[in-house]
C-alpha cells in the first residue's frame, strides 16, 4: 500500500489537467497550481479547461492552489509544464516532497535531461521522470494509458506507480532515469520529421522509414548516454515515438506537417499558447549528441529546417544521398 495520499500538480495545461484527473481516479487528494489562476479555478469549481483540454469534461474534487506554497504538505509534486520553464518552476517548489518530472524535453540553455536540472536547483530532493505514449485528451477520457516511472529507487517508484494507476491508467516503473527522460525528448524531434513526412506527402513507406531510423538515432545516443536499450524499447522510447509520429493529436507532428505544407516557423507559432517541445529540443539534442560523437542526421535536419533556414526539399534529399551503409551499424 502506498502512502502517497496527497497529490501537487504544477501546471494547468493539458497534461497537468489531465494527470490531476487521473490522480483523482486512482483516489487521491489533488491540489493543482497554474501560473494563469483562471485556469486553475476553471478546472476545480466548473471542471473544464477550455484553452488546453477543450470540450472534456473533468473529474470532481481537485482543489485549485492560489500559490505554489499551498503544496508544501503535499506527498508528491507531478511537474508538468514545459521543459524549458522547468529550472525557473522548480526553484520555487515547496516542502521536501519527491518531484516527478512530466516534461519532455532537453534544457536548451544547458543541454541537460530534465532530472539533471533538478539536481542542479534542488539537489538532494527525491526526483523521479513520468513518461510514455500518453496524449492527454485520450487518457482525461479513461482510455487505457500506459506510461513508465523512472527513479532509482525502486521502492519510490513502485509507491508512485500505485499511487497512480487507477482503471484504465497504468504506470510502469524502471531504474533507468537516463532512457526515460531522452526517449521523450528526443520523440518529439523525430515528431516533427513526421509530420513534414506527412505534410509534404512522402508517403506510408517514407513514414515508416523516417520512424525506424529516428528510433536507430534515438537508441545511438540514449546507448552513449547509459540509457538501457529495453527502455529505450519500451513505453517512454519506441512507445511514444510510434504514438507520436502517428497520431493527429500530436502537437510537435502538427508542426512539422504545417512545415511539409509550406507555412513558416514564426507564423506557426505566432498566438499559439500549446507547446511545441521539439522546437527548443532539436538543437539541445544535437549539442548531446556532438558532445559523444553522435550521429543523428533526422535530427540535424529537423534542426536545420527550423532554426536554420535550411530548404525543406533539399534537406530530404541531403538525407536521401547519405553514403549507403550496412543496416545496424
Ligand atoms: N499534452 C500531452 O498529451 C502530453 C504532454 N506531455 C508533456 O508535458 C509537458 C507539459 O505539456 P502540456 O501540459 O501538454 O502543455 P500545454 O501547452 O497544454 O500547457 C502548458 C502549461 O504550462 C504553463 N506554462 C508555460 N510556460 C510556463 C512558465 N514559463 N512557467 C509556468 N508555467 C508555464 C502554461 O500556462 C500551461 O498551463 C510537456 O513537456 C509535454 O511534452 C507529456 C505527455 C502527454
Ligand atoms: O507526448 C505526447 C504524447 O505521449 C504528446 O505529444 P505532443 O507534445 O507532440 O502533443
Known sequence: MTDIAHIGVVGGGAWGTALACLARRAGRKVTLWSRDRSVS?????DRRNEIYLPGQS????????????????????????????????????PG????????????????LLMPE?????????????????????EAVQGLPTAVS?????????RDLAAALAAGMFRPYWTDDVVGVSLGGAVK?????????????????????ALITRGFAEMA???????????????????GDLVLTCHGPLSRNRALGAALGRGTTLAHYMEGRRQVVEGEATAPAVL?????????????????AILHRGADLDEAIRALLARPLRREGE
Request: proline share 3%.
Open 41 to 45: 479555478a476553471a478546472i476545480a469549481h
Open 58 to 93: 473533468l473529474d470532481a474534487g481537485i482543489e485549485a492552489a492560489a500559490t505554489l506554497g499551498e503544496l508544501a504538505a503535499c506527498d508528491v509534486i507531478l511537474l508538468v509544464c514545459p521543459a524549458q520553464a522547468v529550472r525557473a518552476l522548480a526553484r520555487d517548489l
Open 96 to 111: 521536501a516532497a519527491p518531484v516527478v518530472i512530466c516534461a519532455k524535453g532537453i534544457e536548451a540553455a544547458t543541454g
Open 117 to 137: 536540472v533538478l539536481a542542479e536547483v534542488l539537489p538532494g530532493r527525491a526526483v523521479a521522470m513520468l513518461s510514455g505514449p500518453s496524449f492527454a485528451e
Open 149 to 157: 516511472i523512472a527513479t532509482g529507487d525502486a521502492a519510490r517508484g
Open 188 to 208: 518529439n524531434v523525430l515528431a516533427i520529421a513526421a509530420g513534414i513526412v506527412e505534410g509534404r506527402g512522402l508517403g506510408h513507406n517514407a513514414a515508416a
Open 220 to 238: 545511438r545516443l540514449g546507448l552513449a548516454m547509459g540509457a538501457n536499450l529495453e527502455t529505450l524499447t519500451g513505453l517512454s522510447g519506441l
Open 287 to 303: 549539442e548531446r549528441a556532438a558532445k559523444l560523437g553522435i550521429e543523428m542526421p533526422i535530427c540535424t535536419a529537423v534542426d
